[in-house]
C-alpha cells in the first residue's frame, strides 16, 4: 500500500517570483531541484552525487544553462556547500535551508526536474517524490527497490544507477536539452500522482481490513 501525498497542497502553480528573487535564481535557466536531509543520518541521499553529476555536466557541455536548488538543513550541510565551492558552482546551486511547511509547496513550483539521487536501500520509498509528482514536476530517481515504483521510466522521468553521477549528469542533460520531453512527463507526472498517490482516493487498506475480517 504506499504512501499518498496531498494533491491540493502540492500542486502545479506559477512560480512565486519573491521566493525565486530571494534565492537569487535566473528564471531563464531551467531549474533542478532536491529536497532532503543534509544531515550524517540521511548521508544516503546522495547529495554529493548531485552536486559531483552537475559537475560532470558543466564540464562537458559548456553551453548547457542550469541551476539548482537544494531544500534541506543538517550537519553536513557546510561540507556540501565547501564541496560546491572547490567545484565552481557556487553560481549553480543554492542551498535554501530549512523551509517553512507552508513554503515547502512554493519551492517545487520554482523547480523544472526533481532529483532523488540516493546511493542504497536506507531509501526505501521518498516521499518528497510524490510531492515533486504532485507539483508537476518530471523525476530522476534512483533504481532501487521501493523508489522505482514510483517512476514509470519514460513517462513521468527516469530511473538513475545509484551513486553513479555519469548516469545522472546525462539523464538530466537529456530532459532539459528537450522541453517538449520535459513538459509531457510534467503533465503525467501530475496525473500519475492524482491516479496512484493522492489522499483522495479511497485506501486499498479497507479492502486488506474486510478481506482479513
Same mark, same amino acid.
Given at each position: ?48 552525487? &548531485? ?78 517524490? &510524490? ?83
Amino acid at each position: 500500500v504506499p504512501f499518498r501525498v496531498d494533491t491540493e497542497r502540492f500542486q502545479p502553480r506559477l512560480k512565486d517570483q519573491q521566493l525565486s528573487d530571494e534565492l537569487g535564481l535566473d528564471n531563464r535557466r531551467p531549474t533542478i531541484l532536491m529536497v532532503g536531509g543534509l544531515d550524517r543520518a540521511h548521508y544516503f541521499k546522495g547529495v554529493d552525487v &548531485l552536486i559531483n553529476s552537475l559537475t560532470s555536466l558543466r564540464q562537458a557541455n559548456a553551453k548547457l544553462d542550469f541551476q539548482a536548488v537544494i531544500v534541506g538543513d543538517g550537519d553536513l550541510q557546510k561540507s556540501y556547500q565547501a564541496l560546491a565551492k572547490r567545484l565552481g558552482l557556487t553560481d549553480r546551486i543554492r542551498f535554501a535551508g530549512a523551509v517553512s511547511s507552508q513554503q515547502l509547496p512554493l519551492m517545487y513550483n520554482l523547480a523544472d526536474l526533481f532529483v532523488l539521487p540516493s546511493i542504497n536501500r536506507c531509501e526505501a520509498f521518498g516521499i518528497v517524490l &510524490l510531492e515533486a509528482m504532485a507539483s508537476g514536476l518530471p523525476c530522476l530517481a534512483a533504481n532501487l527497490p521501493g523508489v522505482r515504483r514510483v517512476i514509470a521510466p519514460g513517462v513521468n522521468g527516469e530511473l538513475i544507477e545509484p551513486a553513479d553521477c555519469m548516469d545522472l549528469a546525462e539523464k538530466i542533460k537529456g530532459l532539459i536539452s528537450d522541453q517538449s520531453r520535459l513538459r509531457a512527463m510534467a503533465i503525467a507526472s501530475r496525473q500519475r500522482a492524482e491516479q496512484r498517490f493522492s489522499l483522495g482516493r479511497s485506501s486499498e487498506l479497507n479492502d486488506i481490513y474486510q478481506r482479513l475480517i
